[in-house]
């Protein structure tokens, strides 16, 4: 049994919280860009901010065939890769969803210093628009071999979470929202805007450079974070226990931990990642049974 309670409470106060990162970055921005057009003019601002608002919907409406060209994306094996089929077709059925997502077999591969060739990764991705049917799941082979028919489909529940939820739209409209910081930054360090090369330009460009470079990716691997507790609470939700997406997780981190070297710690690593640590998801992920279940 799951304590579907405390799973609705976790979907909300992940959307809570992303939702308050969202508006206080957005904030943020809008007073760079007031700055920026107070002291620069219109005619340097817009050109900045629609280059970078149109790159990031490009890459928004392009990726999944950016995604199928970088990762060397095929369809699956209907006999090899039965499974895969076979579990999104159940959840498909669960969701009454009349477009299936599209499936490929990824391949990702990590750099080892200690061997030669890079490392096939066990990894699972969702990507695509996500409207109307143009939405699409992706898993690497040794997924696939590594994890049972019921993590599998637990990973892939992660993965629709994130789908249904809109999560590759929400990341993109923050992208295309804080695009162009770091070059308004740098019309006031050079002096191009109406304040000439003054202190006070170079301190605002200073900030506005500090803002772009570290502020807005910590706010970026916040909302990332977020994102994956609420994928992990619906999976939850979608198969009906936390156990098999827990099983999944830790044999994934038994592999990287046997196959991969460690890296070194650094200050910002906690601050600067996409998902959150393995202990906290799998903590939250055991909360979510009841105490009949746990015992």
Avoid: C
Avoid at 22 to 30: A, P, Y
Avoid at 108 to 136: D, H, R, S, T
Avoid at 236 to 262: F, R, V
């Amino acid at each position: 049994m799951i304590d579907k309670k405390k799973i609705y409470m976790r979907v909300m106060t992940s959307w809570f919280n992303s939702l308050i990162i969202f508006l206080v970055l957005s904030i943020i921005m809008l007073m760079i860009v007031g700055a920026a057009s107070y002291f620069g003019g219109a005619r340097i601002i817009i050109p900045i901010l629609m280059t970078g608002s149109l790159f990031g919907l490009t890459i928004w409406l392009l990726s999944e065939p950016i995604v199928v060209a970088y990762s060397k994306a095929r369809a699956p094996d209907p006999e090899k890769h039965a499974n895969f089929i076979k579990i999104v077709d159940e959840l498909s059925q669960q969701f009454r969803w009349w477009i299936k997502p599209r499936l490929y077999l990824l391949e990702m591969k990590i750099k080892n210093p200690e061997k030669e060739e890079p490392i096939p990764i066990p990894n699972a991705a969702a990507f695509g628009i996500g409207f109307l049917g143009q939405y699409a799941i992706g898993i690497t082979e040794p997924i696939y071999n590594l994890l049972s028919y019921d993590e599998l489909k637990a990973v892939i529940a992660h993965e629709i979470g994130h789908i249904r939820s809109k999560d590759v739209g929400l990341m993109t409209t923050f992208v295309i929202i804080t695009n162009g910081a770091e070059q308004i930054a740098k019309l006031f360090t050079s002096g191009k805007t109406a304040l000439g090369k003054s202190p006070v330009s170079m301190v605002l460009g200073l900030i506005m450079y500090v803002v772009a470079k570290l502020f807005f990716p910590i706010g970026r691997s916040a909302l990332s974070q977020e994102r994956e507790f609420n994928a992990d609470a619906l999976a939850t939700l979608y198969t009906g226990t936390p156990e098999h997406l827990i099983s999944g997780l830790k044999k994934m981190q038994e592999w990287s931990i046997a196959n991969l070297p460690e890296k070194p710690h650094h200050i910002l690593d906690d601050v600067l990642i996409s998902h959150p640590k393995m202990d906290n998801r799998l903590e939250t992920l055991q909360s979510y049974q009841t105490e009949k279940e746990t015992t």
